[in-house]
């Protein structure tokens, strides 16, 4: 079993990529990878943490360097996955460090708008609940729900995060013709995350994945925690069409969601070795590195 899309505490997850590592050793998974929003920068600690367990004489879960990017094309918002991030990372790095400076000052507007609704937080607090570098809005959500000003993480959205809340400011966010050069540029394996999200039809899906394949789109993730079982039907059977690599994962972020389980999901995933596999050897057909 494997779980190639996971959040450590670089970004909004709450483990640290130690932590991530040897839960993902604990719980038997043969891969995983980290793939932390719009930061590279848990994968060190990630590396260092399976050397460790190599060290020990410890068969630890092979990490594969990954990110998630939010992107649009056209009028869609969704995610992307860079899975084999190299170590040197180049111009994507350059770009990932413009969005954290991007993604600190739009947390500064959102603090404001949040202290003229006269609500009891500052950027200090978010900060302390943040640990890592890509700080946003699920932290002070956690923040809100800690000092009881919501009831609940979803609140926090509903009333004041979420795109109709009060205090709302959208991110600063790549194309994904950007993203996939980015991707490409650095000899990651670019593949679109959880395509359940973007609301659209099997022909509407499929010619959008089509526009995204002809601008370096190499795989599709359609193994994942909140996907049908139909869904990944439809899923597979249009990366078999368009000959895209199939990845599979949990979205694990810790404790903020606990009904995900780190490789299981909500129960009944599971993303066999065999995807990792296939990728690798599609990789080493375009000649790279795995
Ligand atoms: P950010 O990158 O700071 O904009 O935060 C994005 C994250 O916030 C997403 O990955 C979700 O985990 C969470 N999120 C965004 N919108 C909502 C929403 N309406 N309800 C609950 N969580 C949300
Ligand atoms: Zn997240
Ligand atoms: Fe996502
Ligand atoms: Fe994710």
Not at 30 to 41: F, K, P, R, V
Not at 110 to 137: F, P, S, T, Y
Not at 211 to 224: F, K, M, P, T, V
Not at 227 to 242: I, N, V
């Amino acid at each position: 079993m494997i779980d190639l899309h996971t959040h450590s505490t670089a970004s909004d997850g709450t483990e640290t990529p130690t932590a991530l590592m040897e839960l993902a050793a604990a719980t038997g998974l043969s891969a995983i990878g980290l793939t932390d929003h719009d930061t590279l920068s848990g994968l060190e600690e990630a590396r260092q943490a399976t050397a460790r367990m190599t060290e020990a004489g410890q068969t630890g879960p092979e990490l594969i360097a990954g990110v998630e990017l939010s992107v649009t094309h056209a009028e869609h918002s969704f995610h992307l996955l860079g899975l084999y991030i190299p170590q040197e990372a180049g111009a994507l790095q350059t770009a990932l460090s413009r969005l954290i400076e991007s993604r600190n000052a739009r947390n500064e507007v959102i603090i404001r708008k949040l202290k003229a609704l006269n609500l009891d937080i500052c950027m200090e607090d978010v900060l302390a609940k943040a640990g890592g570098e890509a700080v946003g809005r699920p932290h002070i959500a956690q923040v809100l729900h800690e000092k009881r000003i919501v009831t609940s993480f979803q609140e926090a959205f509903d009333r004041y995060l979420g795109s109709r809340g009060k205090a709302y400011v959208p991110k600063e966010v790549l194309t994904a013709a950007e993203a996939l050069a980015l991707l490409q540029d650095c000899g990651a394996t670019p593949v679109l995350a959880h395509p359940f999200f973007i609301k659209l039809g099997a022909t509407g899906l499929a010619e959008l994945v089509t526009a995204l394949r002809s601008l370096g789109l190499d795989g599709i993730e359609a193994y994942y925690t909140e996907h049908t079982p139909s869904q990944t039907q439809q899923y597979l059977a249009l990366a078999k069409r368009l000959d895209l690599a199939v990845t599979g994962g949990s979205d694990f972020h810790g404790t903020v969601k606990p009904e995900i389980t780190l490789g299981r999901g909500k129960g009944s995933l599971l993303v066999a070795d065999a995807l990792l596999n296939q990728l690798k050897e599609r990789r080493v057909r375009k000649g790279l590195p795995v």
